[in-house]
C-alpha cells in the first residue's frame, strides 16, 4: 500500500476504502489524513458501518503511526468498543493455529482458481 497514492482511494468516493487511507502514500501530516478518514466514513458510510470503519482504521493506523492520541482523531477507545466487528473478534479470539488454517485455506483456494 505504500505505493498507492491517498489521492487514488479518497477520488473513489468509497466509504470501504477509507481504512486502507493511513497505509498509503500521502502528503502531509498524520492528523490531517486520520481527520480526512473520519469525516469521509461519517459523510460517506451507512449509520450501521460507521463503528467498524473508524475502528479498522484506526487498527491500521496504529501500524503506521504510534502515537495513541491520534486515535483520539478516530473515536478513540470508544469506537472499538462500539464496533460489532472488534466485539465479535474481543467474545472468540482466534488462536494462531486457527489463523494459520484460514490463512492456509485462502491461499489454497486462491490456487485453485488460477489453475
Known sequence: M????AADLLAAED?????WLPLTRF????KRLLR???ERI???ADL????NLLAVTQVFSRLRFPSPRLLEILGGK???AESRLCNAFAKRPLNAL???QIRCARTKGRMAGAS
Open 27 to 30: 502528503d502531509g501530516e498524520p
Open 42 to 44: 461519517v459523510q460517506q
Open 15 to 19: 466509504a470501504s476504502l477509507i481504512p
Open 78 to 80: 470508544n469506537i472499538m
Open 36 to 38: 480526512q478518514c473520519r
Open 2 to 5: 505504500p505505493d498507492v497514492p
Open 48 to 51: 450501521k458501518e460507521r463503528a
Open 98 to 100: 486457527q489463523l494459520y
